[in-house]
């Protein structure tokens, strides 16, 4: 098992669902840096649960206490480790005695790469609780990205069969990113929104769940940040992407729109305005060649239904091999996609952060 992500800001997150914490070790902040701590428990907030009728009932203040890497009111330079307590866990409730894989969890998957020996409470290291110390590190990423002037935000674009409104082509502006970015449930569309709660609000009364898609954007970023192939933007965005739980599909730009389009609309014209290079369009969401074009960075994340639901579904006794039916019972979200935007800003943030930390002009532009 590998939970250590990063080439030059480099993390290592630690915890299960049902544990006394979950955290995360950062290494490869720069010295003297100053963090907006209020801002990080904004964000931290956003992705907590137990505070609205899509979440889990679950409550968990998400208040972090920092173990190391900080001085007085600025960064050392040294790794800097964060312990996020977990003070509503019921690690009680769960036996090994009985239990029968749930259908889309990790459970059987895990039991047989672990051989049994791993933590199947809540999930243990599967679980959605693990992105609460990538939330913690992406706020960071993001203040060091923010002085740079680059802003992100996303907007909830799909809940079940309800769609908010669309961003224009080009992409957002960064006030529009920066207002989404404070929100619990970001849409561009109040009243589309309040038709989505109503449908998690439903499926949860019938014992189901829903699932959605969430477009992000990143305004500001220059033309230049990235490589080719292996190190390309959408290859390491991606690879941090994937590894929220319930992500089943990241896409850039147009996404799967674009192998419909003739290549005469799906390539973005150069134009000059104000005294720059830009593009009419945005049908390739701000990277060309794994390098970013200077346009927004946009991009798109298919989340999947709470696979946690009460309805009856099939199962097989692992041990007997037997067909049996089971209905999952405790506390989990009717929908996951509103706690997963920050832990999806957070992953962009990583990412880019990580990638141009790597090239000649990350200080210069600092």
Request: charged share 20%; net charge neutral.
């Amino acid at each position: 098992m590998s939970s250590i992500w990063g080439n030059h800001l480099r993390i290592s997150v630690f915890g299960e669902s049902h544990g006394p914490a979950v955290g995360v070790v950062i290494d490869g902040l720069p010295p003297g840096l100053r963090i907006d701590w209020e801002a990080v428990r904004a964000q931290m907030a956003r992705r907590a649960p137990g505070r609205h009728p899509w979440s889990t009932p679950r409550r968990e203040t998400d208040e972090f206490e920092i173990m190391s890497g900080v001085f007085g009111e600025h960064t050392t330079g040294t790794p800097l480790a964060a312990r996020i307590a977990s003070s509503d866990q019921r690690p009680g409730s769960y036996t090994r005695a009985g239990r029968l894989p749930r259908p889309g969890h990790a459970d059987y998957t895990g039991n047989v790469r672990y051989r049994g020996f791993e933590d199947y409470r809540g999930g243990g290291h599967f679980s959605g609780r693990l992105t609460a110390p990538l939330v913690f590190a992406g706020a960071i990423a993001r203040q060091m990205l923010a002085v740079r002037g680059v802003a992100i935000g996303s907007h909830i674009s799909r809940i079940g069969l309800v769609v908010d409104e669309p961003w224009e082509a080009r992409g957002p502006e960064a006030a529009a990113l920066a207002a989404l970015s404070a929100m619990y449930f970001p849409v561009n569309s109040p009243r589309r929104g309040k038709q989505m709660i109503d449908a998690i609000c439903a499926a949860r009364d019938e014992g189901d769940s829903l699932g959605g898609i969430i477009e992000t954007a990143l305004a500001g970023v220059p033309v230049g940040v990235g490589s080719p192939l292996f190190e390309a933007v959408e290859s390491r965005a991606a690879s941090l992407l994937f590894s929220i739980p319930a992500v089943k599909g990241v896409s850039f730009g147009a996404g799967f729109d674009i192998a419909l389009m003739p290549g005469s609309l799906a390539n973005d014209p150069f134009v000059a305005r104000e005294g720059r290079v830009e593009t009419a369009t945005n049908n390739n969401g701000g990277v060309l060649g794994g390098i970013t074009t200077g346009m927004p960075i946009r991009f798109q994340v298919a989340v999947k239904p709470t696979p946690s639901i009460a309805r009856p579904q099939t199962t097989v006794d692992p041990v007997s091999l037997e067909q049996r039916e089971i209905a999952v019972t405790g506390r989990h979200d009717a929908c996951i996609v509103p706690r997963a935007v920050p832990a999806v800003e957070a992953a962009a943030a990583l990412a880019l952060t990580d990638i141009w930390m790597g090239q000649p002009g990350w200080e210069v532009d600092r």
